[in-house]
T-cell receptor
Framework: DGGITQSPKYLFRKEGQNVTLSCEQNLNHDAMYWYRQDPGQGLRLIYYSQIVNDFQKGDIAEGYSVSREKKESFPLTVTSAQKNPTAFYLC?????????????FGQGTRLTVV | AQKITQTQPGMFVQEKEAVTLDCTYDTSDPSYGLFWYKQPSSGEMIFLIYQGSYDQQNATEGRYSLNFQKARKSANLVISASQLGDSAMYFCAMREGQGSQGNLIFGKGTKLSVKP
């Protein structure tokens, strides 16, 4: 079945550590996105990529980094520079960046700093 | 300024009744799309319905319909015949056609609780 797979589902990080969240899609979508969700908040855009080897910062990119070496993969690294990383992270992809193309989402990764 | 506003943090509805979830938006772009997503407690985001700014008719998908009032910049979601499984967070989102590179902008959501 086609879809988006995020792993792990739960992730615990010690302060000062970098961690990488995985996002893989087999939908042949060009665009991929990372969102952060905090309680009582909507989704906020961290990074997005329209094409392989290219990505742009979203609204809250500080303390995060991404790569897009393959069309199917868009991993997100939460660095030690991110001061409040505890949140729910959602990866999404879409066929086009305009028009009716809805974004398909993964199941999310819940990151907790311990 | 917020581009998507959902003014109802929480809503209750009796099973089998209809409910309207409010969404207003702000854009100067003549070309845009409006989306509604459902987020159950499991966390995944489920696409429900889409309305384009140039669409002449209100969108419908099964029990979901979108009450699109362009002049008022509102795109309310109507769920008919509510079911217990409709209990979830609901998010309104917008994609602008030009200028912002077409990313989805989300509101803060409405938590819907369906009572038996």
């Amino acid at each position: 079945d086609g879809g988006i797979t995020q792993s792990p589902k739960y992730l615990f990080r010690k302060e000062g550590q970098n961690v990488t969240l995985s996002c893989e899609q087999n939908l042949n979508h060009d665009a991929m996105y990372w969102y952060r969700q905090d309680p009582g908040q909507g989704l906020r855009l961290i990074y997005y990529s329209q094409i392989v080897n290219d990505f742009q910062k979203g609204d809250i990119a500080e303390g995060y980094s991404v790569s897009r070496e393959k069309k199917e993969s868009f991993p997100l690294t939460v660095t030690s520079a991110q001061k409040n990383p505890t949140a729910f992270y959602l990866c999404a992809s879409s066929m086009q960046k305009t028009g009716k193309a809805e974004a398909f989402f993964g199941q999310g990764t819940r990151l907790t700093v311990v | 300024a917020q581009k998507i506003t959902q003014t109802q943090p929480g809503m209750f509805v009796q099973e089998k009744e209809a409910v309207t979830l409010d969404c207003t938006y702000d854009t100067s772009d003549p070309s845009y799309g409006l989306f509604w997503y459902k987020q159950p407690s499991s966390g995944e985001m489920i696409f429900l319905i889409y309305q384009g700014s140039y669409d002449q008719q209100n969108a419908t998908e099964g029990r979901y319909s979108l009450n699109f009032q362009k002049a008022r910049k509102s795109a309310n979601l109507v769920i008919s015949a509510s079911q217990l499984g409709d209990s979830a967070m609901y998010f309104c989102a917008m994609r602008e056609g030009q200028g912002s590179q077409g990313n989805l902008i989300f509101g803060k959501g409405t938590k819907l609780s369906v009572k038996p």
